[in-house]
């Protein structure tokens, strides 16, 4: 198996506190960085999310290189994600890989020790149902793969007693549709027959309007 120790990183971008970073492993046994600044102490989050059956390895190291965590606890499929206090300011990098060698796509997401409760959930395909569940003062994003010309369907169905909401973003996290409006509780929020004029992974960000806790389906077709 390839480590960042062992293959020249493939630098990606800056991460951005609370932001949905996403990237593609080209060939097999590519590894990805990423960079951070903290300016104070802190305790950082960090959460990827493969879009199928992957098996992600998180590794984090400070400026000089040394190795602060390594996390690779999550099945395929499934968010791998590294809770770390960090006690110097300072830049760091973020490596991350598939074990496996397989060469799919992933979001990436940086949380700080104050940041909002922003949940990145394993991601899902066309045809599939999620069920999610919403603590209060949460949001929830899910992702998908999709190509350039799909013609989908969005349904996001609450519970009786919540007030849903949701925004769609494409593969450059660019918000391409915004469902937040205010609707009655219990209401299904449809996007119906949108064409997708990219390829890549897509991100539905997941909300109730008052911050309440809230259930909920998510079904996407093409």
């Known amino acids: 198996t390839n480590t960042p120790e062992t ?3 493939i630098f990606q971008d800056v991460l951005v ?35 199928i059956n992957d098996d992600i390895r998180i590794t984090v190291k400070d400026n000089d290189g040394n190795t602060l965590a ?19 300011p300072g830049d760091y990098d973020v490596y991350v890989e598939e074990i496996n060698g397989n060469t799919n796509s992933y979001a ?10 922003f949940v990145l959930e394993e991601a899902t395909s066309y045809g599939s149902t999620v069920n999610g569940s919403l603590p209060p003062d949460t949001d929830h994003f899910i992702s998908f793969y999709g190509n350039t ?4 369907t969005i349904e996001l169905t609450p519970d009786a007693n919540s007030n849903i909401l949701f925004m769609l ?43 309440e806790d809230a259930t909920y389906t998510l079904y996407v077709t093409n």
């Open 149 to 152: 010309g799909d013609i989908i």
């Open 169 to 211: 973003y494409d593969d450059e996290m660019t918000l391409i549709n915004n469902q937040t409006y205010s609707t009655g509780v219990g209401e299904t929020r449809s996007l119906v027959d949108f064409e997708l004029t990219r390829t890549g992974l897509f991100t539905i960000r997941i909300g109730e309007f008052n911050y």
């Open 17 to 51: 506190e609370e932001g949905v970073g996403k990237a593609t492993f080209e060939n097999s046994g590519d590894v990805h960085q990423w960079s951070f600044t903290l300016t104070s102490n802190d305790v950082i989050s960090l959460s990827v999310a493969p879009a």
């Open 70 to 88: 390594t996390q690779n606890n999550a099945g395929a499929g499934q968010v791998e994600f590294l809770r770390l206090p960090i006690n110097t």
């Open 7 to 9: 293959v020249q990183a």
């Open 108 to 117: 990436v997401l940086l949380l700080l020790n104050t940041s909002f409760n």
